[in-house]
């Protein structure tokens, strides 16, 4: 099994391709042991001293670190994920479900927010997905669009720059009521 890794706009995460299907559909996340549980992929790369978090999307793993090289880190978990695949267990149950769409926003603004959902599944999301991270919407009022950041995003120092100045302008551009875009 071939793995490939590619670098990302944050410096303390690194992305992991392994030439297959991560997760068939959705994405998962783990910052922490306990919310690893849920996985054992997600639990294994936990075991690899400094590693703060774990990504899931469709073909990719990303994984966080909070301190140490790269070049010590990267070894071990190429092997976590090698002996994952190899071993045959699932990345997650299959009783697995995606959490529920408890998005905020008032009834009135359902259609700027159709809108701004589509634009943020067709034009922003595979964009971040290439830097091994996800975006997902979580609320608007009053003009504001609530976004949270996942993955290589969390953390990245770009990532106010990319709302701001991408996905911000783009959300202004076609839907004139957004004034502003923060992250949760």
């Known amino acids: ?22 997760l068939g559909h959705g994405t998962f996340e783990a910052r922490d042991a306990g919310e690893a549980a849920r996985s054992p992929l997600a639990v294994r790369l936990f075991e690899v001293p400094g ?25 071990a978990i190429l092997g976590a994920i090698m002996e994952h695949f190899v071993s045959g267990q699932p990345i997650l149950p299959e009783d697995h479900e995606h959490t529920a769409d408890d998005a ?3 009834e009135k603004d359902a259609g700027v927010v159709d809108t701004i ?44 720059a990319t709302l701001k100045n991408g996905i911000e302008n783009l959300l202004r551009h076609f839907v004139p009521d957004v004034v502003e875009v923060r992250p949760v």
């Open 117 to 160: 959902r589509e634009l943020i599944d067709t034009r922003v999301r595979p964009a971040v997905a290439n830097d091994g991270g996800d975006i997902t919407f979580r609320g608007y009022k009053d003009g504001v669009v609530f976004l949270a950041m996942k993955g290589s995003c969390s953390g990245c120092p770009s990532s106010t």
């Open 1 to 22: 099994m071939f793995i490939q890794t590619e670098a990302t706009p944050n410096p303390a995460t690194l992305k992991f391709l392994p030439g297959r299907t991560v």
């Open 51 to 75: 590693v703060t978090g774990v990504f899931f999307g469709s073909d990719f793993v990303t994984v966080t670190k909070e301190k140490g090289e790269w070049a010590h880190l990267k070894p």
């Open 104 to 106: 905020f926003f008032e």
